[in-house]
């Protein structure tokens, strides 16, 4: 899934244009390219999946809701495709649409909608446009660093982190497993990711103010 | 730091890494001078949760739910005809129903007093046994978590009052997987681990069926009351049927691809009783059959203690504890 061609390295624009050969005010009145209009959103959905998935999973912990949001964010999407602006990049319109989604979804459950402020929208914006300039054809080789900057994290942290993420352990399991207290762990953890963050921004993979 | 700034702090690292997470009070006052950091750290939360996603395969089973959704749209192609027609159509739709209106009475509140009197009867304390059937199984068949995968045809689900239920399913593994709620705190545990109780009452909710339609079907009045809100009503002419019985069919109103797009309810015409239910349509994301049906098969007098983990397990059982999660 990782290497789909040509198509991939191209703006949405282009994309358009280059699969339908027409202006896009043409096809949405031509139902013969309406097969075409749904590959070219294939590959948009495809070329954007994970990006839409780390700003699900930065803001919901449950992952049946991130898969729900997913799949509601990707068709209001695509119900509103006429409204995008091909001069624009597709990934900060289909955030917008996320961010509006999400808060539904909070507000449905009566819930807070935790870290959904303009400002923490904004600055994390940032991080995904700097993503987004990062060399390479596809969302795995932009955030590749972060494989180099987990191998260079000291061993104390890597390996709760691991444990944390990728072997599923509740924190709980993790401080017995490195036998250690549960606020020494959270302590290392929290480290670990500020450790992570520092050692992308100085990548250049997240935004990072100039001193 | 102000403590604001130190509640803050510990509700967030609590929200990123515990498995519980208590009520919290701080979470959306983020101070000024942290929101930097909030910002990178969720970034970084985000980043490694979707890297450990990854191994499961849900990016293609995430991409494929949207792409049924999208490539099934196969009526689009004959929108033109129809908008060229439909104004002729409309105004023939809308002499047909003053026709219906004017000749049937109020057809529509008759059957609002029909399904009224059904949410008035799901309030009475009792509890129903219901047997599951997979009508039609998933096209897709990506299946995440093989071994964990939970047969739907064949699960047990008992329903008491609000938040009272047990739902027995098995494994693909061989095992049984046994979940509940008292009405206090929900339980869920295979026959052979511990048994995980939350007092978050949705925590262990998984495949019970209807769980999508905001509320669930464990919660009978709720269930019903947002079918009649949400859903198109219409009833289910069952005069050729062997037996006498009240049916409805439930068209949903939205777009929304959460929950089952179609949802027919028999009831027993005497005691109110929901004796079949049918959800089509069902969303794909999470794997799972597209259309389910729920048979009852047992009324019995309501007994509390059933719907408490205890009496589901010996009393050396592990227990573990978690508090609501937000």
Known sequence: MESRGFYETLSPKRLFKSILGVDKKYFKKTKHLKIEEKKSFEILVRENSRMLTVFLCSRIREQAVVDDLFQETMLVAWRRLPDYDLNRPFGPWLRGIAHRVTLAYFRKQSRLPFFMTEKINLLMDKHFNSIDLQSGDNWQDKVDAL????????????????????????????SEWAGISLEACKKRMQRGRRLLAQCLKTKGTLFSKPT | MSDNSEEFEKEFYSWLDDETFPDSKFLDQIPADAEEKVAEELLIHGLLSEMAMRGHSDEERRINSVLDEVYDKQGEGNLVPMKKYGTWVGALAACLLLFLWLFSGSGENLMADSLDRVISASLEPLTRTYSISVLEEAHSSSRPNKGQQEDLDGAILVVGGKDQYVFTRRLESGYTRISGCDGRESWAMREDGPVHVSTDLNRF?????????????????????????????????????????LAFRFERKSQSKIGAQLIELWVDPGNLLILRLRLSGMPQARGGPRSIELQLVETSPFVQSFFSHDHHHEPEREVRTSKKQQ
């Open chain 1, 147 to 174: 494989n180099d900057c987990l191998k260079g994290l000291p061993e104390k942290y890597r390996s709760v982190i691991n444990q944390k993420y990728f072997s599923h352990e509740s924190i709980l399991s993790v």
């Open chain 2, 205 to 245: 909710i998984g495949n019970v069926p209807g769980r999508r339609e905001s509320s669930s079907f464990v919660n009978l009045p709720v269930f019903l009351r947002q079918l009649k809100e949400s859903f198109h009503v219409e009833k289910i002419d069952c005069s050729k049927e062997a037996e006498e019985v």
